[in-house]
C-alpha cells in the first residue's frame, strides 16, 4: 500500500472516481430529478436532448484539448493548467445549476459541466505518463 501511495496512484484515481461518481449522479439522478422539479411538460424530451448533446460534447472536446494541450507550452506544464481550468469550470457550472430556474438554463449550465469536465478528465488522462513510472502504470490503475 505504501509504495501506491508514493507513486501518485492514489491522487490520479481519486480524480477518476469523483469524476465518475460525477457523471453517474448527474446523469442517472439529479438532471432527471432538476427537470421535474421545474415542472417542464415535455421533460422526458429534453432530457433525452441534453442527454444526446453532453454525449456529443463528451466525444468532439477531449480530441480538441488534447491536441491543444499537447502543443500548448505553458510554464508549470500545460496539461496541469488545462486540468486546472477544466475543473474550476465544472466547479462553477456545476454550482450555478443549483439555481437554474428554467429548463433551458439548467440544459446549458450542465453542457457547460460536461465541458469542463471532458476538458480535465482529457488531460488528466495525459498526466498518467507525465506522473506515474512506465512499470507501476499496471498496479496504479
Do not use: C
Not at 492514489?10 to 421545474?38: E, R
Amino acid at each position: 500500500m505504501k509504495s501506491f501511495v508514493n507513486n501518485s496512484g492514489l491522487n490520479i484515481n481519486i480524480f477518476t472516481f469523483g469524476s465518475n461518481f460525477q457523471t453517474s449522479v448527474l446523469s442517472a439522478i439529479s438532471l432527471p430529478v432538476a427537470f421535474l422539479a421545474l415542472h417542464t411538460p415535455h421533460h422526458n424530451r429534453e432530457l433525452a436532448l441534453v442527454s444526446s448533446l453532453s454525449a456529443a460534447v463528451s466525444m468532439l472536446i477531449p480530441p480538441v484539448i488534447g491536441f491543444w494541450s499537447d502543443r500548448l507550452r505553458i510554464r508549470g506544464g500545460s496539461r496541469r493548467q488545462f486540468l486546472l481550468a477544466g475543473s474550476l469550470f465544472n466547479a462553477l457550472a456545476l454550482v450555478a445549476m443549483v439555481f437554474a430556474t428554467t429548463p433551458h438554463w439548467l440544459s446549458i449550465l450542465y453542457l457547460l459541466s460536461v465541458l469542463g469536465q471532458s476538458t480535465a478528465s482529457v488531460t488528466h488522462q495525459a498526466l498518467w505518463s507525465d506522473t506515474v513510472p512506465a512499470e507501476r502504470r499496471g498496479t496504479v490503475a
